[in-house]
């Protein structure tokens, strides 16, 4: 009998080559740089400006959002693009996967047995370290010009030699950080 996590596994690399064969790479992190635009354009409204100058028709202030003849501000003037709609959409798969599932485990079931043992109960303390964790990575990612679903996933699809490395050192990395934090096993 095959493992759940074995096909998950399988169906992922399949969505993702499909992805890379028929549309485009995926990448993630970019989208909420385009959210945060979003958000800026709907206060500021010289956030994002039509353009004749840039090569997509859209300009701003801000560097990352004009790079690449205004890309990036041209997805955040037309938020109905490729990218945002694969996140949003990852959102709405997850809370129709939770439903079918019975819904978001409550109690001793939300936290592993392994944090347990070594953080105690508190879900708070795990909410907190886990959103910090989020943000550190989320941050690197943005420094190194993308993230594990862009540089790991797609990357190695599309066999890039910075596929492999990113891949080869996050593990390098995890691996190792992993065993430090998690002294006790559950």
């Not at 992922?12 to 080559?17: E, R, T």
């Not at 064969?21 to 740089?33: D, H, K, N, R």
């Not at 205004?70 to 955040?76: F, S």
């Not at 105690?120 to 370290?129: A, C, M, V």
Request: with cysteine; proline share 4%.
């Amino acid at each position: 009998m095959i493992k759940s996590s074995a096909v998950g596994g399988l169906v992922l690399g399949l969505v993702f080559f499909a992805a890379v064969l028929l549309v485009q790479p995926i990448g993630v992190s970019t989208q909420f740089v385009i959210f945060d635009g979003i958000l800026w354009d709907a206060v500021d409204p010289d956030a994002v400006v039509e353009s004749a100058d840039a090569k997509s028709g859209y300009a701003s202030p801000n560097a990352y959002l004009n790079k690449s003849g205004g890309k990036y501000a041209k997805d955040v003037a037309n938020p109905l693009n490729y990218g945002f709609v694969f996140v949003v959409a990852m959102l709405i798969g997850a809370a129709i996967s939770a439903k079918l599932r019975g819904g978001v485990p409550t109690g001793e079931r939300t936290m592993p047995a392994v944090w347990r043992a070594n953080y105690g109960d508190n879900p708070w303390k795990r909410y907190l370290w886990t959103f910090i964790a989020g943000f550190i990575v989320l941050y690197g990612a943005r420094l190194a010009g993308g993230c594990t679903s862009g540089h790991m996933m797609s990357g190695m699809i599309q066999t890039a030699t910075s596929g492999y490395i990113f891949t080869i050192g996050a593990f390098l990395s995890g691996i190792p950080l992993a065993i430090y934090l998690f002294k006790k096993e559950a």
